[in-house]
Protein backbone atom coordinates (compact mmCIF):
# COMPACT_ATOMS: atom_id res chain seq x y z
CA UNK A 1 0.00 0.00 0.00
CA UNK A 2 1.16 3.45 -0.76
CA UNK A 3 3.00 5.08 2.09
CA UNK A 4 0.57 8.34 1.83
CA UNK A 5 -2.42 6.12 1.38
CA UNK A 6 -1.10 4.46 4.72
CA UNK A 7 -0.73 7.70 6.75
CA UNK A 8 -3.99 8.66 5.36
CA UNK A 9 -5.56 5.74 6.68
CA UNK A 10 -4.08 5.94 9.94
CA UNK A 11 -5.09 9.36 10.58
CA UNK A 12 -8.60 8.76 9.49
CA UNK A 13 -9.17 5.55 11.65
CA UNK A 14 -8.01 7.48 14.52
CA UNK A 15 -10.24 10.97 13.28
CA UNK A 16 -13.15 8.40 13.43
CA UNK A 17 -12.89 7.09 16.59
CA UNK A 18 -12.94 10.68 17.76
CA UNK A 19 -15.65 11.62 15.83
CA UNK A 20 -17.63 9.37 17.56
CA UNK A 21 -17.33 11.03 21.04
CA UNK A 22 -19.24 13.78 22.07
CA UNK A 23 -16.54 15.12 24.41
CA UNK A 24 -13.79 15.29 21.62
CA UNK A 25 -12.68 16.75 18.76
CA UNK A 26 -9.05 16.97 16.72
CA UNK A 27 -6.89 19.13 15.12
CA UNK A 28 -4.57 16.78 13.07
CA UNK A 29 -3.97 16.87 9.61
CA UNK A 30 -3.07 14.54 6.94
CA UNK A 31 0.97 14.98 5.61
CA UNK A 32 1.93 17.11 8.57
CA UNK A 33 5.33 17.86 8.17
CA UNK A 34 6.30 19.02 11.94
CA UNK A 35 9.43 17.04 13.07
CA UNK A 36 7.46 15.21 16.40
CA UNK A 37 4.02 16.34 16.31
CA UNK A 38 0.93 15.44 13.97
CA UNK A 39 -1.66 18.43 15.72
CA UNK A 40 -3.90 17.70 18.84
CA UNK A 41 -7.24 16.31 20.13
CA UNK A 42 -9.06 18.56 22.17
CA UNK A 43 -11.08 16.95 25.06
CA UNK A 44 -14.07 18.87 26.33
CA UNK A 45 -16.37 19.23 29.19
CA UNK A 46 -19.24 18.69 27.47
CA UNK A 47 -20.76 18.31 24.31
CA UNK A 48 -20.79 21.64 23.38
CA UNK A 49 -17.48 22.13 21.84
CA UNK A 50 -16.42 25.71 22.72
CA UNK A 51 -12.99 27.35 23.84
CA UNK A 52 -14.01 27.97 27.41
CA UNK A 53 -15.38 23.92 27.58
CA UNK A 54 -11.77 23.12 26.46
CA UNK A 55 -10.76 20.62 29.65
CA UNK A 56 -7.19 19.24 27.85
CA UNK A 57 -5.81 19.99 24.66
CA UNK A 58 -3.74 16.34 23.96
CA UNK A 59 -0.32 16.21 21.44
CA UNK A 60 0.01 13.45 19.48
CA UNK A 61 1.66 11.77 17.21
CA UNK A 62 0.17 9.21 14.64
CA UNK A 63 2.31 6.52 12.53
CA UNK A 64 0.61 4.13 10.04
CA UNK A 65 1.87 0.46 9.37
CA UNK A 66 1.01 -1.58 6.55
CA UNK A 67 1.59 -5.00 8.26
CA UNK A 68 -1.21 -7.95 8.15
CA UNK A 69 1.09 -10.08 10.04
CA UNK A 70 1.77 -7.08 12.80
CA UNK A 71 -2.22 -6.90 12.69
CA UNK A 72 -2.94 -10.22 13.33
CA UNK A 73 -0.06 -10.51 16.41
CA UNK A 74 -1.68 -6.76 17.67
CA UNK A 75 -5.54 -8.18 17.79
CA UNK A 76 -4.28 -11.31 19.47
CA UNK A 77 -2.10 -10.05 22.39
CA UNK A 78 -3.51 -6.45 22.73
CA UNK A 79 0.04 -4.67 21.74
CA UNK A 80 2.24 -4.08 19.73
CA UNK A 81 6.31 -2.60 19.14
CA UNK A 82 7.28 0.34 17.40
CA UNK A 83 10.70 1.96 17.24
CA UNK A 84 10.84 5.91 17.96
CA UNK A 85 14.05 7.74 17.65
CA UNK A 86 16.08 8.80 20.33
CA UNK A 87 16.00 12.58 19.33
CA UNK A 88 12.17 12.61 19.09
CA UNK A 89 11.63 10.82 22.60
CA UNK A 90 14.07 13.63 23.94
CA UNK A 91 11.53 16.54 22.65
CA UNK A 92 8.68 14.72 24.35
CA UNK A 93 10.25 14.71 26.97
CA UNK A 94 11.37 18.05 27.09
CA UNK A 95 8.11 19.28 25.65
CA UNK A 96 5.90 17.97 28.95
CA UNK A 97 5.05 14.20 27.21
CA UNK A 98 2.78 13.39 23.93
CA UNK A 99 -0.14 10.75 23.28
CA UNK A 100 2.12 8.18 20.52
CA UNK A 101 -0.67 6.26 17.99
CA UNK A 102 0.79 3.17 15.80
CA UNK A 103 -2.28 2.29 13.58
CA UNK A 104 -1.95 -1.28 11.90
CA UNK A 105 -4.21 -1.63 8.52
CA UNK A 106 -4.32 -4.86 6.53
CA UNK A 107 -2.95 -5.80 3.13
CA UNK A 108 -6.53 -4.11 1.70
CA UNK A 109 -7.08 -1.47 3.99
CA UNK A 110 -10.34 -2.71 5.69
CA UNK A 111 -9.48 -3.85 8.79
CA UNK A 112 -7.70 -1.28 11.00
CA UNK A 113 -6.57 -1.17 14.86
CA UNK A 114 -5.56 1.43 16.82
CA UNK A 115 -2.34 0.97 19.43
CA UNK A 116 -1.34 3.92 21.42
CA UNK A 117 1.20 4.40 24.55
CA UNK A 118 0.89 7.97 26.92
CA UNK A 119 4.39 8.78 26.43
CA UNK A 120 4.21 11.03 30.35
CA UNK A 121 7.18 12.78 31.45
CA UNK A 122 7.92 10.56 34.09
CA UNK A 123 7.48 7.47 32.01
CA UNK A 124 10.03 9.31 29.23
CA UNK A 125 12.42 10.05 31.73
CA UNK A 126 12.33 5.97 32.40
CA UNK A 127 12.74 5.16 29.03
CA UNK A 128 15.48 7.69 28.07
CA UNK A 129 17.59 6.44 31.22
CA UNK A 130 17.13 2.56 29.55
CA UNK A 131 18.31 4.21 26.26
CA UNK A 132 21.23 6.20 27.72
CA UNK A 133 22.74 3.05 30.14
CA UNK A 134 21.49 0.61 26.63
CA UNK A 135 24.21 2.19 24.53
CA UNK A 136 27.58 3.41 24.40
CA UNK A 137 27.43 5.60 22.15
CA UNK A 138 24.06 7.20 21.28
CA UNK A 139 22.89 8.90 18.37
CA UNK A 140 20.18 11.40 17.74
CA UNK A 141 18.68 8.78 15.54
CA UNK A 142 19.23 5.33 17.25
CA UNK A 143 15.63 3.75 18.30
CA UNK A 144 13.99 3.01 21.47
CA UNK A 145 11.15 0.13 21.01
CA UNK A 146 8.35 1.61 22.75
CA UNK A 147 4.96 -1.01 23.91
CA UNK A 148 1.70 0.50 22.22
CA UNK A 149 -1.37 -0.87 23.81
CA UNK A 150 -4.72 -1.99 21.73
CA UNK A 151 -7.74 0.54 21.98
CA UNK A 152 -11.16 -1.16 21.53
CA UNK A 153 -13.72 1.58 21.77
CA UNK A 154 -14.57 5.69 21.65
CA UNK A 155 -14.51 5.85 25.74
CA UNK A 156 -11.39 4.04 26.34
CA UNK A 157 -9.63 6.79 24.26
CA UNK A 158 -11.02 9.38 26.17
CA UNK A 159 -10.03 7.80 29.11
CA UNK A 160 -6.62 7.64 27.74
CA UNK A 161 -6.56 11.04 27.00
CA UNK A 162 -8.17 11.91 29.79
CA UNK A 163 -5.68 10.44 32.40
CA UNK A 164 -2.39 11.75 30.16
CA UNK A 165 -4.09 15.32 30.53
CA UNK A 166 -4.30 15.21 34.62
CA UNK A 167 -0.24 13.73 34.49
CA UNK A 168 0.59 16.31 31.89
CA UNK A 169 -0.77 18.88 34.66
CA UNK A 170 0.80 17.20 37.49
CA UNK A 171 4.44 16.70 36.05
CA UNK A 172 5.13 19.29 33.81
CA UNK A 173 8.19 19.57 31.35
CA UNK A 174 10.91 16.97 31.62
CA UNK A 175 13.63 20.30 32.70
CA UNK A 176 11.00 20.92 35.66
CA UNK A 177 11.68 20.85 39.32
CA UNK A 178 8.99 18.16 40.10
CA UNK A 179 10.42 15.23 37.45
CA UNK A 180 13.80 16.03 38.94
CA UNK A 181 12.22 16.06 42.62
CA UNK A 182 10.33 12.54 41.55
CA UNK A 183 9.81 9.88 44.28
CA UNK A 184 12.47 7.04 44.61
CA UNK A 185 12.07 3.95 47.03
CA UNK A 186 14.29 6.23 49.90
CA UNK A 187 11.48 8.83 50.04
CA UNK A 188 8.96 6.58 51.17
CA UNK A 189 8.92 6.78 54.73
CA UNK A 190 8.33 11.00 54.07
CA UNK A 191 5.57 10.12 52.48
CA UNK A 192 2.01 11.28 54.30
CA UNK A 193 -0.59 10.56 51.78
CA UNK A 194 -0.42 8.73 47.92
CA UNK A 195 -2.90 9.18 45.22
CA UNK A 196 -3.76 7.76 41.97
CA UNK A 197 -6.29 8.58 39.40
CA UNK A 198 -8.57 5.50 38.50
CA UNK A 199 -11.79 4.98 36.14
CA UNK A 200 -14.96 3.00 37.97
CA UNK A 201 -15.11 0.77 35.16
CA UNK A 202 -11.50 -0.49 35.22
CA UNK A 203 -11.05 -3.93 37.36
CA UNK A 204 -8.34 -4.15 39.96
CA UNK A 205 -6.42 -6.38 37.72
CA UNK A 206 -6.02 -3.39 34.78
CA UNK A 207 -5.91 -0.99 37.71
CA UNK A 208 -2.46 -2.72 39.04
CA UNK A 209 -0.99 -3.42 35.59
CA UNK A 210 -1.44 0.09 34.89
CA UNK A 211 0.45 1.32 37.91
CA UNK A 212 3.29 -1.50 36.65
CA UNK A 213 3.43 0.11 33.19
CA UNK A 214 3.27 3.61 34.14
CA UNK A 215 -0.33 4.03 32.19
CA UNK A 216 -1.43 5.29 35.53
CA UNK A 217 1.04 7.28 38.00
CA UNK A 218 1.39 7.05 41.68
CA UNK A 219 1.49 10.47 43.13
CA UNK A 220 2.85 11.02 47.22
CA UNK A 221 2.45 14.01 49.43
CA UNK A 222 5.75 14.56 50.60
CA UNK A 223 5.80 15.88 54.44
CA UNK A 224 8.15 18.35 54.65
CA UNK A 225 7.37 19.91 51.32
CA UNK A 226 3.59 20.19 51.07
CA UNK A 227 3.34 19.34 47.36
CA UNK A 228 2.71 16.29 45.27
CA UNK A 229 5.34 14.84 43.49
CA UNK A 230 4.86 11.17 41.02
CA UNK A 231 6.53 8.36 41.32
CA UNK A 232 9.64 6.96 39.05
CA UNK A 233 8.27 4.28 37.12
CA UNK A 234 10.49 1.57 38.64
CA UNK A 235 9.36 2.24 41.65
CA UNK A 236 5.63 1.97 40.64
CA UNK A 237 6.31 -2.17 40.33
CA UNK A 238 6.33 -2.43 44.35
CA UNK A 239 2.95 -1.49 44.51
CA UNK A 240 -0.29 -3.36 44.62
CA UNK A 241 -3.38 -1.91 44.75
CA UNK A 242 -6.01 -3.40 47.45
CA UNK A 243 -9.54 -2.58 47.88
CA UNK A 244 -11.58 -2.32 50.95
CA UNK A 245 -15.01 -3.83 50.62
CA UNK A 246 -18.03 -4.02 52.64
CA UNK A 247 -19.76 -7.32 51.81
CA UNK A 248 -21.30 -9.69 54.43
CA UNK A 249 -19.58 -13.17 54.17
CA UNK A 250 -20.74 -16.28 55.38
CA UNK A 251 -23.28 -19.11 55.81
CA UNK A 252 -27.16 -19.25 55.81
CA UNK A 253 -27.58 -18.96 59.06
CA UNK A 254 -24.65 -16.51 60.61
CA UNK A 255 -22.49 -13.65 58.58
CA UNK A 256 -18.82 -14.63 59.54
CA UNK A 257 -17.30 -11.32 58.01
CA UNK A 258 -18.46 -7.91 56.81
CA UNK A 259 -14.67 -6.09 55.55
CA UNK A 260 -12.91 -7.75 53.31
CA UNK A 261 -9.28 -7.16 51.52
CA UNK A 262 -9.70 -7.85 47.79
CA UNK A 263 -6.29 -8.16 45.51
CA UNK A 264 -6.36 -8.83 41.58
CA UNK A 265 -4.48 -12.24 41.22
CA UNK A 266 -4.59 -12.02 36.99
CA UNK A 267 -7.41 -11.33 35.22
CA UNK A 268 -9.86 -14.29 35.26
CA UNK A 269 -9.18 -14.20 39.47
CA UNK A 270 -9.61 -12.62 42.39
CA UNK A 271 -8.53 -13.27 46.29
CA UNK A 272 -10.66 -12.11 48.88
CA UNK A 273 -8.90 -12.10 52.04
CA UNK A 274 -11.31 -12.61 54.92
CA UNK A 275 -8.71 -12.61 57.65
CA UNK A 276 -4.96 -13.18 58.22
CA UNK A 277 -5.48 -17.13 57.67
CA UNK A 278 -7.95 -17.54 55.40
CA UNK A 279 -8.71 -16.45 51.42
CA UNK A 280 -11.70 -17.28 49.18
CA UNK A 281 -9.87 -17.10 45.32
CA UNK A 282 -12.76 -16.49 43.27
CA UNK A 283 -12.71 -17.34 39.77
CA UNK A 284 -15.02 -15.06 37.34
CA UNK A 285 -15.98 -18.11 35.25
CA UNK A 286 -19.10 -19.44 36.43
CA UNK A 287 -20.32 -23.33 36.76
CA UNK A 288 -23.37 -24.78 34.81
CA UNK A 289 -25.56 -23.42 37.96
CA UNK A 290 -24.09 -20.13 37.27
CA UNK A 291 -22.43 -20.19 41.13
CA UNK A 292 -19.03 -18.58 41.05
CA UNK A 293 -16.18 -21.07 41.35
CA UNK A 294 -14.49 -20.28 44.40
CA UNK A 295 -11.57 -22.17 46.39
CA UNK A 296 -10.21 -21.70 49.87
CA UNK A 297 -7.26 -21.12 51.06
CA UNK A 298 -6.64 -21.35 54.74
CA UNK A 299 -3.13 -21.18 56.86
CA UNK A 300 -2.38 -20.49 60.63
CA UNK A 301 -0.81 -16.93 60.52
CA UNK A 302 -3.29 -14.42 62.77
CA UNK A 303 -3.87 -15.11 66.42
CA UNK A 304 -5.26 -18.17 67.89
CA UNK A 305 -8.62 -16.69 68.54
CA UNK A 306 -8.85 -15.53 64.91
CA UNK A 307 -7.66 -18.98 63.69
CA UNK A 308 -10.42 -20.66 65.60
CA UNK A 309 -13.04 -18.28 64.64
CA UNK A 310 -12.07 -18.73 60.84
CA UNK A 311 -12.29 -22.62 61.64
CA UNK A 312 -15.71 -22.79 62.82
CA UNK A 313 -16.71 -20.46 59.44
CA UNK A 314 -14.92 -23.63 57.57
CA UNK A 315 -16.69 -26.59 59.81
CA UNK A 316 -19.81 -24.14 58.89
CA UNK A 317 -19.23 -24.21 55.42
CA UNK A 318 -18.18 -27.95 55.07
CA UNK A 319 -21.83 -29.05 56.56
CA UNK A 320 -23.51 -26.78 54.50
CA UNK A 321 -21.82 -27.04 51.47
CA UNK A 322 -23.10 -23.40 50.57
CA UNK A 323 -21.77 -20.02 50.65
CA UNK A 324 -23.49 -17.12 50.98
CA UNK A 325 -22.09 -13.60 49.82
CA UNK A 326 -24.61 -10.41 50.70
CA UNK A 327 -27.03 -12.85 51.74
CA UNK A 328 -27.64 -14.34 48.36
CA UNK A 329 -25.76 -17.97 47.48
CA UNK A 330 -22.71 -17.46 45.70
CA UNK A 331 -21.93 -21.15 45.62
CA UNK A 332 -22.02 -24.57 46.26
CA UNK A 333 -19.05 -26.47 47.65
CA UNK A 334 -18.82 -30.35 47.36
CA UNK A 335 -15.43 -31.05 49.96
CA UNK A 336 -13.11 -28.78 51.13
CA UNK A 337 -9.53 -29.34 51.21
CA UNK A 338 -8.81 -28.75 55.37
CA UNK A 339 -8.39 -30.96 57.55
CA UNK A 340 -10.02 -29.99 61.01
CA UNK A 341 -8.60 -32.17 62.96
CA UNK A 342 -5.45 -31.19 62.14
CA UNK A 343 -6.74 -27.94 63.96
CA UNK A 344 -8.19 -29.42 67.02
CA UNK A 345 -4.64 -28.94 69.10
CA UNK A 346 -5.73 -24.54 68.31
CA UNK A 347 -8.88 -25.41 69.78
CA UNK A 348 -7.54 -26.73 72.68
CA UNK A 349 -5.73 -23.28 72.95
CA UNK A 350 -8.26 -21.12 72.60
CA UNK A 351 -10.12 -22.91 75.00
CA UNK A 352 -7.52 -22.41 77.77
CA UNK A 353 -7.14 -18.86 76.55
CA UNK A 354 -10.94 -18.28 76.65
CA UNK A 355 -11.00 -19.81 80.27
CA UNK A 356 -8.75 -17.91 82.27
CA UNK A 357 -9.60 -14.60 80.53
CA UNK A 358 -6.23 -14.44 78.52
CA UNK A 359 -6.58 -12.10 75.92
CA UNK A 360 -3.24 -13.66 73.87
CA UNK A 361 -3.12 -11.86 70.51
CA UNK A 362 0.21 -12.28 69.12
CA UNK A 363 -0.06 -13.96 65.59
CA UNK A 364 1.07 -17.74 65.44
CA UNK A 365 3.17 -16.69 62.60
CA UNK A 366 5.43 -14.69 64.87
CA UNK A 367 5.66 -17.50 67.79
CA UNK A 368 9.04 -18.32 69.15
CA UNK A 369 9.85 -21.01 71.25
CA UNK A 370 9.10 -19.09 74.76
CA UNK A 371 5.63 -18.47 72.74
CA UNK A 372 4.76 -22.26 72.06
CA UNK A 373 6.23 -23.25 75.85
CA UNK A 374 3.84 -20.92 77.53
CA UNK A 375 0.69 -22.17 75.07
CA UNK A 376 0.97 -25.49 75.86
CA UNK A 377 1.73 -25.37 79.30
CA UNK A 378 -1.21 -22.97 79.47
CA UNK A 379 -2.93 -25.90 77.62
CA UNK A 380 -1.80 -28.31 80.03
CA UNK A 381 -3.12 -26.25 83.32
CA UNK A 382 -6.70 -25.95 81.42
CA UNK A 383 -6.49 -30.15 81.09
CA UNK A 384 -5.53 -30.65 84.15
CA UNK A 385 -2.24 -31.94 83.70
CA UNK A 386 -0.27 -30.07 86.62
CA UNK A 387 -1.35 -31.17 89.73
CA UNK A 388 1.15 -32.75 91.49
CA UNK A 389 0.75 -30.99 94.69
CA UNK A 390 -0.60 -32.23 98.28
CA UNK A 391 -1.00 -28.70 99.69
CA UNK A 392 -4.24 -27.28 99.94
CA UNK A 393 -3.71 -24.49 97.60
CA UNK A 394 -0.62 -23.76 95.54
CA UNK A 395 0.38 -20.17 93.90
CA UNK A 396 1.86 -21.28 89.92
CA UNK A 397 3.54 -18.89 87.83
CA UNK A 398 3.32 -19.26 84.40
CA UNK A 399 5.64 -16.61 82.41
CA UNK A 400 4.86 -14.91 79.48
CA UNK A 401 7.63 -13.15 77.97
CA UNK A 402 9.12 -10.81 80.78
CA UNK A 403 5.61 -10.96 82.54
CA UNK A 404 3.87 -13.80 84.11
CA UNK A 405 0.10 -14.66 84.90
CA UNK A 406 -0.29 -16.01 88.37
CA UNK A 407 -2.42 -19.04 88.60
CA UNK A 408 -3.92 -20.81 91.90
CA UNK A 409 -4.39 -24.35 92.49
CA UNK A 410 -7.34 -25.03 95.23
CA UNK A 411 -7.17 -28.97 96.00
CA UNK A 412 -10.89 -28.85 97.39
CA UNK A 413 -11.13 -32.22 97.99
CA UNK A 414 -8.40 -35.39 97.44
CA UNK A 415 -8.81 -35.48 93.76
CA UNK A 416 -10.90 -32.56 93.34
CA UNK A 417 -8.58 -30.05 92.31
CA UNK A 418 -9.95 -26.66 91.06
CA UNK A 419 -7.84 -23.99 89.01
CA UNK A 420 -7.84 -20.15 88.59
CA UNK A 421 -6.48 -17.05 86.91
CA UNK A 422 -5.99 -15.11 90.67
CA UNK A 423 -6.60 -12.40 88.80
CA UNK A 424 -9.36 -12.61 87.12
CA UNK A 425 -11.06 -15.90 88.47
CA UNK A 426 -13.98 -17.47 87.25
CA UNK A 427 -14.48 -20.19 89.52
CA UNK A 428 -13.01 -19.12 93.05
CA UNK A 429 -14.52 -15.97 95.24
CA UNK A 430 -12.04 -14.82 97.82
CA UNK A 431 -13.17 -13.66 101.19
CA UNK A 432 -12.15 -12.48 104.68
CA UNK A 433 -13.94 -13.28 107.82
CA UNK A 434 -14.41 -9.68 110.51
CA UNK A 435 -14.73 -10.35 114.00
CA UNK A 436 -18.41 -11.33 113.93
CA UNK A 437 -17.07 -13.76 111.49
CA UNK A 438 -19.33 -11.90 108.28
CA UNK A 439 -17.39 -12.31 105.09
CA UNK A 440 -16.56 -9.93 102.75
CA UNK A 441 -15.53 -10.57 99.21
CA UNK A 442 -12.37 -8.88 98.38
CA UNK A 443 -9.83 -9.51 94.99
CA UNK A 444 -7.34 -11.85 95.37
CA UNK A 445 -4.79 -9.06 94.16
CA UNK A 446 -5.41 -6.89 97.05
CA UNK A 447 -1.87 -8.08 98.48
CA UNK A 448 -0.12 -7.32 95.15
CA UNK A 449 2.72 -4.86 95.81
CA UNK A 450 4.07 -2.51 92.69
CA UNK A 451 6.38 -4.60 91.47
CA UNK A 452 4.01 -7.47 91.10
CA UNK A 453 2.10 -4.98 89.24
CA UNK A 454 4.58 -3.99 87.17
CA UNK A 455 5.27 -7.55 86.00
CA UNK A 456 1.78 -8.98 85.59
CA UNK A 457 0.30 -9.92 82.35
CA UNK A 458 -1.83 -7.07 80.67
CA UNK A 459 -5.61 -8.36 80.96
CA UNK A 460 -7.90 -6.32 79.14
CA UNK A 461 -9.14 -2.57 81.47
CA UNK A 462 -12.93 -3.94 81.25
CA UNK A 463 -12.39 -7.45 82.93
CA UNK A 464 -9.77 -5.59 85.86
CA UNK A 465 -12.39 -3.16 86.29
CA UNK A 466 -15.40 -5.34 86.70
CA UNK A 467 -12.93 -7.49 88.89
CA UNK A 468 -12.80 -4.38 91.24
CA UNK A 469 -16.39 -3.76 90.97
CA UNK A 470 -17.87 -7.12 92.04
CA UNK A 471 -15.81 -6.85 95.63
CA UNK A 472 -17.24 -5.20 99.11
CA UNK A 473 -16.42 -1.75 99.56
CA UNK A 474 -16.45 -1.31 103.49
CA UNK A 475 -15.45 0.25 106.40
CA UNK A 476 -14.13 -3.11 107.31
CA UNK A 477 -12.40 -3.49 104.00
CA UNK A 478 -11.10 0.10 103.50
CA UNK A 479 -7.91 -0.29 104.77
CA UNK A 480 -7.03 -2.96 102.22
CA UNK A 481 -7.86 -1.28 99.58
CA UNK A 482 -6.75 1.54 100.17
CA UNK A 483 -3.19 0.00 100.10
CA UNK A 484 -4.01 -1.47 96.85
CA UNK A 485 -4.80 1.83 95.12
CA UNK A 486 -1.48 3.08 96.75
CA UNK A 487 0.32 0.20 95.12
CA UNK A 488 -1.44 0.37 91.60
CA UNK A 489 -0.84 4.31 91.51
CA UNK A 490 3.04 3.77 92.29
CA UNK A 491 2.83 0.92 89.39
CA UNK A 492 1.36 3.67 86.86
CA UNK A 493 4.10 6.04 87.83
CA UNK A 494 6.57 3.44 86.77
CA UNK A 495 5.09 2.30 83.31
CA UNK A 496 2.61 4.61 82.58
CA UNK A 497 -0.18 1.56 82.34
CA UNK A 498 -3.49 3.92 81.82
CA UNK A 499 -5.36 0.44 83.10
CA UNK A 500 -3.61 0.82 86.95
CA UNK A 501 -4.36 4.10 86.51
CA UNK A 502 -7.72 3.66 85.82
CA UNK A 503 -7.88 0.69 88.29
CA UNK A 504 -6.91 3.37 91.07
CA UNK A 505 -9.38 5.75 89.86
CA UNK A 506 -12.30 3.50 90.53
CA UNK A 507 -11.15 2.21 93.90
CA UNK A 508 -10.75 6.08 94.89
CA UNK A 509 -14.02 6.54 93.82
CA UNK A 510 -15.28 3.52 95.59
CA UNK A 511 -14.08 4.13 98.87
CA UNK A 512 -15.25 7.91 99.05
CA UNK A 513 -18.59 6.53 98.69
CA UNK A 514 -18.17 4.29 102.41
CA UNK A 515 -16.66 7.70 103.40
CA UNK A 516 -16.73 10.67 101.57
CA UNK A 517 -15.41 12.75 104.18
CA UNK A 518 -12.68 10.76 104.51
CA UNK A 519 -9.54 13.42 104.11
CA UNK A 520 -6.87 10.46 102.54
CA UNK A 521 -9.67 9.60 100.23
CA UNK A 522 -9.86 12.81 98.68
CA UNK A 523 -6.02 13.67 98.75
CA UNK A 524 -6.01 10.35 96.29
CA UNK A 525 -8.80 11.81 94.38
CA UNK A 526 -6.95 15.02 93.78
CA UNK A 527 -3.85 13.38 93.10
CA UNK A 528 -5.35 11.31 90.46
CA UNK A 529 -6.71 14.42 88.53
CA UNK A 530 -3.62 15.96 89.35
CA UNK A 531 -1.57 13.54 86.92
CA UNK A 532 -4.15 14.39 84.35
CA UNK A 533 -4.00 17.90 84.30
CA UNK A 534 -4.27 21.22 86.88
CA UNK A 535 -6.67 21.23 89.44
CA UNK A 536 -9.77 23.73 89.36
CA UNK A 537 -9.88 26.95 91.87
CA UNK A 538 -12.75 25.04 93.42
CA UNK A 539 -10.17 22.43 94.10
CA UNK A 540 -7.29 24.25 95.41
CA UNK A 541 -9.82 26.57 97.59
CA UNK A 542 -10.87 22.99 99.30
CA UNK A 543 -7.33 21.77 100.25
CA UNK A 544 -6.52 25.40 101.27
CA UNK A 545 -9.11 24.60 103.71
CA UNK A 546 -7.80 21.49 104.80
CA UNK A 547 -4.25 22.81 105.11
CA UNK A 548 -5.53 25.28 108.03
CA UNK A 549 -7.68 22.24 109.53
CA UNK A 550 -4.96 20.12 109.65
CA UNK A 551 -2.10 18.78 112.23
CA UNK A 552 -1.58 15.83 110.51
CA UNK A 553 2.25 16.25 109.52
CA UNK A 554 2.21 13.79 106.42
CA UNK A 555 -1.28 15.26 105.46
CA UNK A 556 -0.06 18.96 105.47
CA UNK A 557 3.13 17.63 102.99
CA UNK A 558 0.41 16.04 100.70
CA UNK A 559 -1.47 18.97 100.35
CA UNK A 560 1.52 21.08 99.87
CA UNK A 561 2.56 18.98 96.92
CA UNK A 562 -0.51 19.46 95.14
CA UNK A 563 -0.70 22.94 95.77
CA UNK A 564 2.78 23.01 94.24
CA UNK A 565 4.32 24.70 97.24
CA UNK A 566 7.21 22.65 96.94
CA UNK A 567 9.61 24.55 99.15
CA UNK A 568 6.94 24.22 101.97
CA UNK A 569 6.15 20.56 101.26
CA UNK A 570 10.35 19.82 101.31
CA UNK A 571 10.24 21.69 104.75
CA UNK A 572 7.67 19.61 106.59
CA UNK A 573 9.13 16.35 104.99
CA UNK A 574 12.03 17.64 106.53
CA UNK A 575 10.65 17.81 110.07
CA UNK A 576 9.10 14.15 109.81
CA UNK A 577 10.64 10.94 112.13
CA UNK A 578 12.85 8.43 110.21
CA UNK A 579 9.79 6.39 110.09
CA UNK A 580 7.35 8.48 108.88
CA UNK A 581 9.80 9.89 106.34
CA UNK A 582 9.93 5.94 104.99
CA UNK A 583 6.19 5.53 104.92
CA UNK A 584 5.64 9.15 102.88
CA UNK A 585 8.00 8.25 100.41
CA UNK A 586 6.50 5.15 99.79
CA UNK A 587 3.19 6.84 98.63
CA UNK A 588 3.02 7.50 95.27
CA UNK A 589 2.38 11.61 95.79
CA UNK A 590 5.72 11.39 96.78
CA UNK A 591 6.57 11.20 93.15
CA UNK A 592 4.91 14.31 92.29
CA UNK A 593 7.37 16.39 94.46
Not at 83 to 111: M, R
Not at 208 to 216: A, R, V, Y
Not at 532 to 554: A, H, P, V, W, Y
Request: hydrophobic content about 35%; proline content about 2%; some cysteine.
Amino acid sequence: MNSLKIEKGAILALKDMIYLHNNMDDLINNNDKEPSWDGFIYLYTNEDLKVENIKYRIPVQVKGKNNEELLEKGLTKGKVYYPVEYKHLKKYFEDGGIVYFVIVISDDGEKKAIFYNALTTIKLKRILKELVNKRKVLKEDSTKNITLQLIKDKNELFQVLDRFGYNKEQQGSGNGEIIKRAITIKDIDKLKNIRLRIYSNESLFDINNKISTGEICLYGEISDLNIWLPFELKEQKNFNLKRNISQNIGCSKKIYYTKTIVEALNKNEITVNLSENLKLIINNEKDSKDYLKIDLNFNTAGSIKSICYDLEFIERLSEEKQLYINNKLACELKDIDISIDEMEVFKTFNKALSSFNINYNKKVLDFKEEDWKFINTLADIYLGNINDFKEEYKVYNLPIGEKIIQFLFFNKEKGNIIVDNTTLPKNIEFTIDDEEHNEHKIPFFIYYKREDWNKLYDFEEELLLNEIEKNDFDNFTQDMFYNLFIELLASYDINKNEKYYNMANLICNKLLEVNPNNKYGIINKFQLLKRKGDLTEEQLKELDNMLNNNSDKMLICAINILLENKYQAKKVFKDLTEEEKNVFENFPIYNLL
